[in-house]
Nanobody
């Protein structure tokens, strides 16, 4: 199983980035996909999630109307479009795959750094 994030980097406040997470080694379309982030000295927090079947999405209040999560099941890839970035969005961003049936499974990527600074 592999989850490989990419697309992080340094961006100025107000800028945009698109993160990608390429998955392999499991049945991508049956897993809920999520993005988490962890800032230095803080706990990891959920940023956004997208369900496996309906594609319904959910977001942390802090990123609503700025970030958009999407998935392409044909490419086994989940994306996070981040607009209007703020310095407080600076963190390592992680991709997670989850399922509960028929058995609980959870996989994490290695993370990609996003730094928002002028």
């Amino acid at each position: 199983v592999q989850l490989v994030e990419s697309g992080g980097g340094l961006v100025q406040p107000g800028g945009s980035l698109r993160l990608s997470c390429a998955a392999s080694g499991f049945t991508f379309g049956t897993y809920r996909m999520s993005w988490y982030r962890q800032a230095s000295g803080k706990e990891r927090e959920l940023v956004a999630g997208i369900s496996s079947v309906s594609g319904s999405t959910d977001y942390a209040d802090s990123v609503k109307d700025r970030f958009t999560i999407s998935r392409d099941n044909a490419k086994n890839t989940v994306y996070l479009q981040m607009n209007s970035l703020k310095p407080e969005d600076t963190a390592v961003y992680y991709c997670k795959a989850s399922r509960w049936n028929p058995s609980r499974r959870e996989y994490w990527g290695q993370g990609t750094q996003v730094t928002v600074s002028s």
